[in-house]
């Protein structure tokens, strides 16, 4: 099927239209499961967490796992409706263009990325997510390549977020260096209990932080690094709907919800969040 759509487009063209349907199916069923978490969570307020562990060696190991809260779940339920909403309306607005089907394989890239960053449930899976999420904006916004405009947005959207990003990298790397643990539970307990006891470096931990905080600037627009969002766009108009005006610059929000056990422990950081959003 694939290789006859890829080879045969036009005798194939009434067919590559279901491809829409089972993106929509999957979206609606992790809805369900996201509506369903939520209920429980206004029901019981508690939180499940399941991590695999990956030793390399006696001093260090990876973490994997997923962390599921009422922040969790917020975002789950935002990301599913707006982005069934979205693949709805994209089925008939793009179906005329010719990358139909790399568009629905594209934004259903991008759900997945950001289902995998909202339930990340440390530091290092955030970071894999943040930069698959952004790899999925610079495709969507130079979706029309060919055209000068959207490949010129595409390419200052991903340099102005790489340089977010690379404060992010920064700061997970600085705050590993000053707990040891990429986990959020550790790192909020240990960094409480070390500023408590005056243990750490009180201007390395507030550079750390900041550089965190870049990372969010940058994704949600924020002044100093939002020029590239008016660029943006040059994208299809349901990739404005679902990226610029929904989910992604959302993430800019989650990241500081997330963290935000750790900047209520550093007064100058929350005065820059205050001052900049």
């Given at each position: 099927?694939?290789?006859?759509?890829?080879?045969?487009?036009?005798?194939?063209?009434?067919?590559?239209?279901?491809?829409?349907?089972?993106?929509?199916?999957?979206?609606?069923?992790?809805?369900?499961?996201?509506?369903?978490?939520?209920?429980?969570?206004?029901?019981?307020?508690?939180?499940?967490?399941?991590?695999?562990?990956?030793?390399?060696?006696?001093?260090?190991?990876?973490?994997?796992?997923?962390?599921?809260?009422?922040?969790?779940?917020?975002?789950?339920?935002?990301?599913?409706?707006?982005?069934?909403?979205?693949?709805?309306?994209?089925?008939?607005?793009?179906?005329?263009?010719?990358?139909?089907?790399?568009?629905?394989?594209?934004?259903?890239?991008?759900?997945?990325?950001?289902?995998?960053?909202?339930?990340?449930?440390?530091?290092?899976?955030?970071?894999?997510?943040?930069?698959?999420?952004?790899?999925?904006?610079?495709?969507?916004?130079?979706?029309?390549?060919?055209?000068p405009p959207a490949a010129n947005a595409c390419q200052k959207a991903f340099v102005t977020n790489r340089v977010g990003d690379f404060g992010l990298l920064l700061g997970i790397l600085g705050f590993y260096w000053i707990t040891g643990s990429f986990e959020f539970r550790?790192?909020?307990?240990?960094?409480?209990?070390?500023?408590?006891?005056?243990?750490?470096?009180?201007?390395?931990?507030?550079?750390?932080?900041?550089?965190?905080?870049?990372?969010?600037?940058?994704?949600?627009?924020?002044?100093?690094?939002?020029?590239?969002?008016?660029?943006?766009?040059?994208?299809?108009?349901?990739?404005?709907?679902?990226?610029?005006?929904?989910?992604?610059?959302?993430?800019?929000?989650?990241?500081?919800?997330?963290?935000?056990?750790?900047?209520?422990?550093?007064?100058?950081?929350?005065?820059?969040?205050?001052?900049?959003?």
């Open positions: 099927i694939g290789v006859g759509l890829l080879l045969f487009p036009t005798a194939t063209k009434n067919f590559r239209r279901m491809w829409a349907f089972p993106s929509i199916l999957v979206l609606s069923i992790v809805m369900i499961f996201s509506t369903n978490l939520s209920i429980l969570q206004i029901n019981s307020s508690s939180i499940y967490q399941y991590v695999w562990s990956w030793t390399l060696d006696n001093d260090f190991s990876l973490e994997f796992g997923y962390l599921i809260d009422p922040l969790t779940s917020i975002m789950l339920m935002l990301i599913t409706t707006v982005g069934i909403m979205v693949l709805i309306y994209s089925d008939n607005y793009m179906a005329h263009d010719q990358g139909y089907l790399r568009f629905f394989s594209y934004l259903s890239f991008f759900s997945t990325s950001m289902l995998g960053l909202v339930t990340s449930s440390n530091l290092i899976q955030i970071y894999i997510f943040w930069e698959l999420v952004g790899m999925c904006s610079y495709l969507l916004i130079g979706f029309w390549f060919t055209r550790d790192l909020f307990e240990i960094l409480n209990n070390l500023i408590y006891n005056n243990e750490v470096n009180f201007p390395f931990v507030t550079l750390c932080a900041a550089l965190l905080f870049a990372g969010a600037v940058a994704k949600s627009a924020q002044f100093p690094l939002h020029v590239w969002l008016p660029d943006a766009m040059e994208g299809p108009t349901p990739i404005s709907a679902l990226i610029h005006a929904a989910t992604m610059v959302a993430a800019g929000i989650f990241l500081v919800a997330r963290l935000l056990p750790l900047f209520i422990l550093i007064p100058y950081i929350m005065n820059l969040i205050s001052l900049i959003g």
